[in-house]
């Protein structure tokens, strides 16, 4: 009998308990994709999100063809889309892992409904987590705001996961390729975006497992050990950059712990790392018990918070890396480039927009949204409610990044400006970080650079302690 693999954001062969399913239950597994952004609410996936698909998807199905199979791509509603397939293969039972964005959850729970109630043998895995978003929680059965309680007790019903490899020789395939439907060409998907914008991603990134699987051996055997020193500073490759790999699930979150895990290294970077992606667990906690918050603030303190209205030219300047502050420019140029940018130039820059710029952090969200390659509903939610202080965990509103100041610690050499405004690397330092000190040397050095920041950071800081005192509660 036939089961179908529906594969979603577990684009991989290795560890994929769906996967693993329909094999060890005696089925011919057949893979398939369905696309259907409509059904994902106000979060349909974002350009680099398209980009990225589009190859790990075309890298996944040469992985299938390999083992004498191939993926088969199709255009939703997935719903019918799923039942048409079981008409026409005679197929069993489908199987899936489990997503955890909101929009997503309703649409499988009804779709797991309808399918069981047709008598298919519909079920779901965990293929993306450690930890089920519902699996941790407080004493008294609540879930958790704070990450650090959170993961203590999350590590604690730590179990070794017990990995799956995924087949190397073929599997049973079809007696006829050609009598079930193949789909639509994955180009017909149209994921690709225009103007060849996505260029600089690819000498950065090789989406798919292979790729995957490439970065993870190099970060366990180059960049684990000092992992803890290094992390922190954007012009080195001190993390893993696996973040768009394990959103896409091109590899299991499993084997990436049980790998730095076994791996020899001091237990110190080995602990951080894995409290790294344990925020990333924290993350799916918190946008599973909270789903409002993909728009709004956790704190609803922050309803009566005086954001700025909104102006197409202020956000255009800090989309494009022009608000004048380097740092800052030097992220969102680098953002817009490779589809990635550094976490601690992420803090930075979202501090700048929804602190000195008071912007509101949905509009920040929202172009991270669509230009990261790692966007992902939880994680970036979770990145920005944090910076912004409407979120879980304890960074107050009050603490307000200067943009200045985090430049000089985090790129000391200024090298990281240099690199994404080559214009500015003739300044010397301590100017290449805050170039309006010398309007004339900057002149000089980049004429098309801002000659002063959209907001100085010390007269942003201010504005954004005054309007927080406006809502803050009486002492
Ligand atoms: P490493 O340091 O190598 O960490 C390993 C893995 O742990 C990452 O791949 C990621 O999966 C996870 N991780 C690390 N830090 C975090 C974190 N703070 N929150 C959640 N998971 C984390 N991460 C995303 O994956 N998608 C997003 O859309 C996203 N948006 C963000 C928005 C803002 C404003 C901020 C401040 C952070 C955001 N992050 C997001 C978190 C973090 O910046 C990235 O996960 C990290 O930079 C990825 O690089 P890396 O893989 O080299 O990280």
Redesign the pocket.
Known sequence: AIALVWLRDDLRLDDNPALRAAIEGGYIPLAIYVHAPEEEGDWAPGNASNAWRHRSLRALDERLRARGSRLRVFRGPTLQTLQSLLVATDAEAVFWNRRYEPAVERRDAAIKRALRGQGVRAESFNGALLFEPWQVETRQGDPYRVFTPYWKTALASWREPALWDAPTAAWPTLPDEDAVPHGVALEALRLVPGRGWDGGFWERFAPGEAGARAALER?VGHGLVGYGLR?DFPARRG?????PH??FGEVSVARVAAAVRAAEAPADDVER?VA??G??EF?HHLLHHFPGTTDADLNPRFRDFDWAVPQPRILRAWQHGRTGVPIVDAGMRELWRTG????RV??VA?SYLTKHLRMHWRH??RW??DT?V???LA??G???Q??AGTGADAAPYVRVFNPVTQAARFDPDGSYVARWLPELASLPLPLRHAPWGDPAALARAAPDYPRRPLVEPAEGRRAALRAYAAIAPPR
């Open positions: 970060f992390r993390t893993s950059r696996l973040s394990l959103h790392f790294e992606l925020w990333r993350a990635w940018m550094h976490n992420r803090m979202a920040g969200a991270f949204w990261l790692d966007a992902d994680s970036n979770l990145g920005w944090w910076v």
